[in-house]
Each structure stands twice: as C-alpha cells, then as structure tokens.
C-alpha cells in the first residue's frame, strides 16, 4: 500500500501538515511547538513503542496528565499501528483494573505517582508499564517513556492501515452494567474530522484555544483531530482557567467546551462583544446546553454557541449550522454522509416528524463494535446497520434534530411516557431555577413517581408549590412532578453530564 492510499488515520491528518515550521501548540506560557516538532515527536514515541512490542493491532493505554506529549503519544501509536486507549486520569485504582485487563494493552502508560498502585494491576495484564509525568503548563518532561526519547530517530516509515482496521477503543460511560469498549477504526475518526472541518469552516488560519481533557471523544478526536485536518494551530491549555481563556481570545478564533465553560465565561465580567471580537465560533457539546446559557450569551457577546450531538461510539452526529439559525435547545441536522432517523423504541418503526422516538444513525461516524462484546454489538444494531444511540429525540418541521433525554432516563409515571427533557424546559424557564433534573423514582402507585430536582438562586424565595403551580397549565397532570426538591449542586461527571443514576439512588426512598 502506498503512503498516498494509506487509510492510516495519521497519515490522512498529516497530509495537511504543508508548513513545517507553523506553530501547531502555543502553551500559555509561550512555549510553542510546530508541526515540525510534532511530526519528529510522535516518530519518536512510535519508535520508543515499537522498542516496547507494540505490533500493529496491539493496544496502548495511557492515563496521564494532558500535555502535548500526550497528543505526540496518541499520534506516535496510530503511526505504529497501534490501538489508542486513553483513560480518564480520575478512574481508581479497580476502575483501571477492569479496563486494562479488558483491553490487554501491549503497553500501559501511567503519572509517575501511582506507578507503585499501577504496576500490579500492567503485569496481570501482561502489559509494559511506563510513566510520563507534564507540569502545570502542560509540558512532558518526566517518566521512563521519555527516557532516551531525544536520542531515537526521527525516521520512522508509518505502518499501513486499512479504514477498517482499529484505531482506538474509548471505553463507555455507561451508568449501568460494564463498561463497554467502542471500537473506532481509521474511517470512522477521519471522516468526522473532515466533515466537521468543513462544515465548521475550519481552515489553517484558525487558532483554537484547547481547553479540553485528551481521554474523551470532545477533546481528543473531535478538537485535536480538527485542529490537525487543516494544518490549523491551538492555544493549548492544561485545563479550563478564564484568566488563560481571556488572555487566549485575541489571538484565537475558535474555542470548543461544555455547557460549563459557557456558564463560567458568562460570570465573568470580562465576557464583553470587544473581548470575543476576534472570535468566529464558540462550539458547545458533551452535555445539554440550557437555552438560557445560550440566550444570555448571546446577549454579551453577539456570538450564538453552535450546539452538536455525539457520542462515545460515533463521534459527531449533528451539527446546528454555521449559517442559519442555531436554535436553543436544539442539535442540529445530521453531518454529512450521515443518516439519522426517529424508530420506536420498541418496534423500530420509523416514526413521523415532531414525534418522540429512539435515535438511530447510520454513517461513516459509526463505531465498528463493542471490544470482545458480538452478542452486545449485535443487540445495538438493526438489521440494516442502524446504530440504536439510546437517545430518545424527534426531528422537527424544519429537519432539527432534538434531544429529549436517554432512554433509561425515560419515566413511566402510572402507564404513561413522560420526557425528562419536556418537564426539564418547563421548569428552567421559571425565573430563578438555575437548572433542573427529572427522574424517575419508585412509586407504590404510580410504578416511578415524576421528580424534579431543583437548582435554584438563593435569592429567588422559590418552594416546591411554587415550582408545581407554575407547571400547571403548561404540562399534562400526568407529567407534573409528584415532589420537588432542592439541592446546592448536581453531581456530574468529568464531562459535566448530570448523574441521574446518582439523583436516583439519592431519592430512591421518597415515596416508600
């Protein structure tokens, strides 16, 4: 196979890489590294690997700190051949456990701090431990990885893939059972960093400020893999900081977050039209933006936030458009080459515009399978390839895809489907209510009980009667919350994802 038909996924984001001395990552600290550096980099980290055993298919885990020799890393094993497996740097001790002795990583890179608590768990595994450790600006510089990393050459010939083959395994966020290993091969990544590209207009001359962790779909393959499609650059930020952020936005011209960065830029008061001046695209995803958030930034900054819908096993799905309305509430419509369609959950049966029903999706996005899981795979896959998401959602009149909630999250109070997202809107559009989360809880009559977990100013003087008068009228009698109740803060996942599983098991007992 020739390197201008190689499908590796490298491969195809290098072909952009036209300006050897371009800036790729500006640290904080002015610390830059070029595509140059990047290229030499990651031949080292495949040569280093390759010392290691790792063959092709082979998988590499790593859970380290985000520096961009974590991303020189990531791009050193898709040029080797290798499997990515990037672990969330919060998982315990049990939970990396479960997940290495899953995958069974020819390598395991681990923070040179819980080597000792690491070490047994590589070696059950069969597995090379190694370490890296980055500093606060988000620099490797420490660790046995890089030990003689300098003095191994640059000249490293990438290994030919197939779109098909493997190019990494991202390990669900399931809140039930085990978690699951979606597969994700080379077609799959590279055909969404190209249609996102495009339809985001991202070119060379775009600057991304990167405040996002590398073991997740949003900051790994969705901003990194974009960034390098086009040969653009970024503003490469350990972690989220507004002082950074700021100091970042006039030289920038495009940041993705969660709903999260958005709320916290809108507490700032430097979040002014002048500050955002030299931006062109705020990208929010991960997990539901609140209108609200959407509306009062736009209000600051003359800036809609462009919301998208994906998941761990597709990557993007939708998109709400670059030109056009980017409606609140609101993901957009399907990417290209991308096909999304609204079944019943139970039938299949496509449903028509505006009803609720279970997303599917069809594309080159779409994972290859769950690691070592076919009866799994199978379940989740209709007999004419349509992935079940799992999200129940319609589309509307004018062909916007909407998110309702998850179907596990779905309530049935006495016989009846009740949305979550529905009642959610309603009471968010209480002035006062921050945010709110609905849930089923068990119910001696109702089989789940409608509940309604409020987050609300302090100021607002807001009671459960209240919150349940003002829905009377806009919510059928069956969707009315049986109970509200008030917390200080959602418990949430790295990701910013409220924990329902958790509000669930908090409120289990409150109609027994």
């Known amino acids: 196979m020739s390197a ?12 952009a890489w036209r300006e050897p001395a371009k800036t790729f990552a500006r640290l904080a600290d002015g610390r830059a590294y070029t595509f140059q550096d990047m290229f030499d980099m990651s031949a080292r980290f495949a040569g280093r690997l390759r010392r290691l055993g790792v063959e092709p298919g082979d998988r590499v885990a790593v859970q380290v700190e985000k520096s961009v020799q974590a991303i020189a890393l990531y791009f050193g094993a898709l040029r080797c051949g290798a499997v990515f497996l990037p672990l969330n740097t919060a998982y315990t001790e049990a939970e990396v456990g479960y997940f290495i002795g899953d995958a069974e990583p020819r390598v395991f890179v681990c923070d040179p701090r819980r080597e000792a608590e690491l070490r047994p768990l590589a070696e059950a595994a069969g597995a090379h431990l190694v370490t890296m450790d980055a500093d606060a600006a988000g620099v490797a510089s420490s660790g046995t990885l890089l030990d003689g990393l300098a003095e191994q050459s640059v000249a490293f010939d990438d290994v030919a893939r197939t779109g098909d083959d493997l190019a990494a395994i991202l390990y669900t966020s399931g809140t039930t059972g085990r978690s699951k290993g979606a597969m994700l091969t080379h077609t799959n990544l590279a055909s969404n960093a190209r249609s996102l590209a495009e339809i985001w207009r991202f070119t060379a001359d775009d600057v991304l400020i990167h405040a996002l962790p590398l073991f997740h779909v949003h900051g790994l393959f969705i901003a990194t893999n974009v960034v390098a ?3 653009a650059s970024m503003v490469f930020l350990p972690a989220f900081k507004l002082d950074e952020v700021f100091r970042a936005m006039p030289q920038a011209t495009a ?27 705020f990208v929010s995803g991960s997990a539901p933006l609140l209108a609200e958030t959407h509306r009062a930034f736009s209000e600051r900054t003359g800036h809609a936030i462009l919301e998208r819908y994906g998941m761990t096993e597709t990557g993007m799905n939708t998109s709400n458009p670059y030109d056009g309305d980017r409606v609140p509430g609101a993901v957009g419509f399907p990417l290209p080459d ?32 769950y690691w070592r899981m076919p009866e799994k795979t199978a379940s989740e896959f209709r007999p004419d390839g349509y992935f079940i998401t799992g999200d129940l959602g319609k589309i509307d009149a004018r ?12 309530v049935i109070s006495g016989g009846y489907n009740v949305y979550p997202k ?29 509940t309604a977990v409020v987050v609300a100013r ?9 919150i349940i008068a ?27 994802k409220i924990q329902k599983n958790v509000l669930r098991d908090t409120f289990q007992g409150l109609y027994l």
Do not use: W
């Open 229 to 231: 499609s086009v040969g």
């Open 422 to 450: 529905e009642v959610e809107s309603e009471i968010d559009a209480i002035p006062g209510v921050t945010e709110s989360a609905v849930i089923g809880v068990p119910h001696k009559d109702f089989g789940e009980g409608v």
């Open 458 to 466: 302090a100021d607002a003087g807001l009671d459960e009667a209240q």
């Open 255 to 281: 940041l993705m977050g969660v709903p999260t960065f958005y709320t916290r830029l809108l507490d700032d008061q430097r979040l002014t039209r002048e500050a955002t001046s030299h931006m062109r695209l």
């Open 4 to 15: 201008t038909t190689n499908a590796n996924l490298f491969a195809i984001l290098s072909r």
């Open 399 to 410: 062909g916007y895809v909407h998110i309702v909630g998850r179907g596990k999250d779905l």
């Open 470 to 496: 003002r829905l009377k009228g806009r919510l059928a009698s069956y969707k009315l919350p049986k109970r509200v109740v008030f917390v200080d803060q959602f418990p949430r996942n790295t990701m910013g």
């Open 338 to 369: 991308v096909d999304i369609r609204i079944c019943d959950p139970d039938t299949g049966r496509a449903l028509a515009t505006e009803e609720i029903g279970m997303i599917e999706v069809k594309g080159p996005n779409v994972f290859k399978g």
